[in-house]
């Protein structure tokens, strides 16, 4: 089945029923019950459901719980734990009635064919569910972005080369790179004997549990780990043990504590030699002074940087804060260049973030894939480039000259925006500064 087609029925159904306020998680951990008992052939109970005599949402509720406690009972158990609601209140009941009516309308309309349709229709709910700015939009990454992650995994040829892959998400929220991940690795392996293994840190419990329903769905790994931990500070999540492990590290991390550079250092800690370290970052690292500026000279010293890819504004489910993707190896090449990638503008409106489309989505695919470097989207920089402009790594240094300079199409509305950006890039760097000398002045006093 076709993800669109998938995410065309939860849109539509979600559209004239809407889900109970503040259980969006709920709804998503049921759903998850029947789709695992759907992947265990389980589910006549519920196709029957659909004649007279109907029974009722209780009745349907009670029977499938009983067939999950005899297929799963560790999912049983879990599913329980999250459901202790009053049977005054009639919520249980109306959070297993939106769950198992989207089961049976894609039931219907023959979306859950196979696993692949199982694991995608759990993955489009979860999005579906977060644009509506619920408790899971934190906790979600977009489906555009991961797609990007998915598509630099891809293209890593030593993966497909290996008889095993570990993966670590330290800030995995409701898993959806390490979902993509697998599903990636899993598909692209060369052994018949591929295995793989997946560990995920996140701070709530039932965003945990989400992540573990997921994974469970996906049936491209055997190994995981879902584990309960704070972000701050990452030290406590990455054991020294985890050190020269994990092939992949990858990870929306944590944003606004200005403790984005901890989390790097850590992946990279984290991260084999051979391994690739992907994060989702905002733009502040990319410019600001002191320990992020730090890392950036740390990064084009050791030619660690691989690529950066440069995103729209507007892109997640609960913050406007500006982000990029960037990609880091401990071992490349000596002169190897470092790939930027342009996708700023082209981007589409969706119901209340933009998103990609697919589209850029292709171009993106393309230039990743090192068939479009000509493009004007994608440039190759040398570490002597970046150290001239003080390993300042925001696209305006790199983009603005290059459409200047040469021939290429310049993106539409790039010439408005560029002043206000430099100066608003150049203001936060005198702020940094003003700052650094009072603390100066005040530790002097």
Same mark, same amino acid.
């Given at each position: *089945?076709?993800?669109?087609?998938?995410?065309?029925?939860?849109?539509?159904?979600?559209?004239?029923?809407?889900?109970?306020?503040?259980?969006? *998680?709920?709804?998503?951990?049921?759903?998850?019950?029947?789709?695992?008992?759907? *992947?265990?052939?389980?589910?006549?109970?519920?196709?029957?459901?659909?004649?007279?005599?109907?029974?009722?949402?209780?009745?349907?509720?009670?029977?499938?719980?009983?067939?999950?406690?005899?297929?799963?009972?560790?999912?049983?158990?879990?599913?329980?734990?999250?459901?202790?609601?009053?049977?005054?209140?009639?919520?249980?009941?109306?959070?297993?009635?939106?769950?198992?009516?989207?089961?049976?309308?894609?039931?219907? #309309?023959?979306?859950?064919?196979?696993?692949?349709?199982?694991?995608?229709?759990? #993955?489009?709910?979860?999005?579906?569910?977060?644009?509506?700015?619920?408790?899971?939009?934190?906790?979600?990454?977009?489906?555009?972005?991961?797609?990007?992650?998915?598509?630099?995994?891809?293209?890593?040829?030593?993966?497909?080369?290996?008889?095993?892959?570990?993966?670590?998400?330290?800030?995995?929220?409701? %898993? %959806?790179?390490?979902?993509?991940?697998?599903?990636?690795?899993?598909?692209?392996?060369?052994?018949?004997?591929?295995?793989?293994?997946?560990?995920?840190? &996140?701070?709530?419990?039932?965003?945990?549990?989400?992540?573990?329903?997921?994974?469970?769905?996906?049936?491209?790994?055997?190994?995981?780990?879902?584990?309960? @931990?704070?972000?701050?500070?990452?030290?406590?999540?990455?054991?020294?043990?985890?050190?020269?492990?994990?092939?992949?590290?990858?990870?929306?991390?944590?944003?606004?504590?200005?403790?984005?550079?901890?989390?790097?250092?850590? *992946?990279?800690?984290?991260?084999?030699?051979?391994?690739?370290?992907?994060?989702?970052?905002?733009? %502040?690292?990319?410019?600001?002074?002191?320990?992020?500026?730090?890392?950036?000279?740390?990064?084009?010293?050791?030619?660690?940087?691989?690529?950066?890819?440069?995103?729209?504004?507007?892109?997640?489910?609960?913050?406007?804060?500006?982000?990029?993707?960037?990609?880091?190896?401990?071992?490349?090449?000596?002169?190897?260049?470092?790939?930027?990638?342009?996708?700023?503008? %082209?981007?589409?409106?969706?119901?209340?973030?933009?998103?990609?489309?697919?589209?850029?989505?292709?171009?993106?695919?393309?230039?990743?894939? @090192?068939?479009?470097?000509?493009?004007?989207?994608?440039?190759?920089?040398?570490?002597?480039?970046?150290?001239?402009?003080?390993?300042?790594?925001?696209?305006?240094?790199?983009?603005?000259?290059?459409?200047?300079?040469?021939?290429?199409?310049?993106?539409?509305?790039?010439?408005?925006?560029?002043?206000?950006? &430099?100066?608003?890039?150049?203001?936060?760097?005198?702020?940094?500064?003003?700052?650094?000398?009072?603390?100066?002045?005040? @530790?002097?006093?």
């Amino acid at each position: *089945m076709d993800n669109n087609q998938i995410r065309s029925i939860i849109t539509r159904f979600f559209s004239w029923e809407k889900p109970v306020s503040y259980h969006e *998680m709920d709804i998503l951990l049921c759903f998850g019950c029947l789709l695992r008992l759907k *992947m265990a052939n389980q589910v006549k109970f519920l196709s029957d459901a659909l004649f007279f005599p109907r029974p009722t949402t209780t009745e349907l509720k009670d029977k499938a719980l009983r067939t999950l406690q005899q297929t799963d009972y560790k999912l049983h158990k879990l599913v329980v734990s999250h459901l202790p609601f009053s049977p005054e209140t009639k919520e249980e009941e109306r959070i297993w009635d939106t769950a198992i009516h989207l089961f049976q309308v894609l039931e219907q #309309r023959q979306c859950l064919n196979g696993q692949e349709d199982v694991a995608l229709a759990f #993955r489009e709910l979860l999005y579906a569910l977060s644009e509506s700015s619920s408790p899971l939009a934190e906790s979600t990454t977009p489906r555009d972005i991961v797609s990007l992650i998915s598509t630099l995994i891809q293209n890593d040829s030593s993966a497909s080369q290996k008889e095993r892959a570990a993966i670590l998400d330290p800030a995995c929220g409701t %898993g %959806g790179f390490l979902s993509q991940a697998l599903h990636t690795l899993h598909n692209s392996s060369r052994s018949p004997d591929f295995r793989l293994s997946a560990e995920g840190f &996140t701070n709530d419990r039932k965003i945990a549990d989400l992540c573990s329903v997921g994974l469970s769905l996906g049936g491209d790994t055997s190994d995981y780990s879902i584990q309960r @931990g704070s972000p701050n500070p990452p030290q406590q999540q990455l054991p020294a043990k985890f050190s020269e492990k994990f092939d992949f590290v990858i990870s929306h991390i944590p944003f606004g504590n200005r403790q984005e550079h901890l989390h790097l250092q850590a *992946m990279m800690q984290a991260a084999a030699p051979s391994a690739s370290v992907i994060a989702l970052i905002p733009n %502040g690292v990319l410019f600001r002074m002191g320990q992020d500026e730090h890392l950036r000279h740390e990064w084009i010293e050791n030619n660690q940087l691989d690529t950066l890819i440069y995103l729209p504004d507007n892109l997640l489910y609960s913050t406007r804060i500006p982000v990029s993707i960037i990609q880091l190896k401990h071992t490349r090449e000596a002169d190897a260049p470092v790939r930027l990638l342009d996708l700023y503008h %082209g981007q589409v409106m969706g119901k209340k973030q933009s998103q990609l489309g697919e589209e850029l989505l292709e171009e993106a695919r393309q230039a990743l894939a @090192g068939r479009t470097s000509s493009d004007s989207r994608c440039r190759f920089v040398t570490r002597d480039e970046i150290e001239k402009n003080d390993c300042i790594l925001t696209r305006e240094r790199y983009f603005s000259k290059f459409y200047a300079t040469t021939n290429q199409p310049q993106p539409i509305g790039l010439p408005d925006i560029l002043a206000i950006q &430099t100066a608003l890039e150049d203001t936060q760097r005198q702020l940094e500064q003003y700052y650094q000398r009072l603390d100066r002045d005040s @530790g002097k006093s």
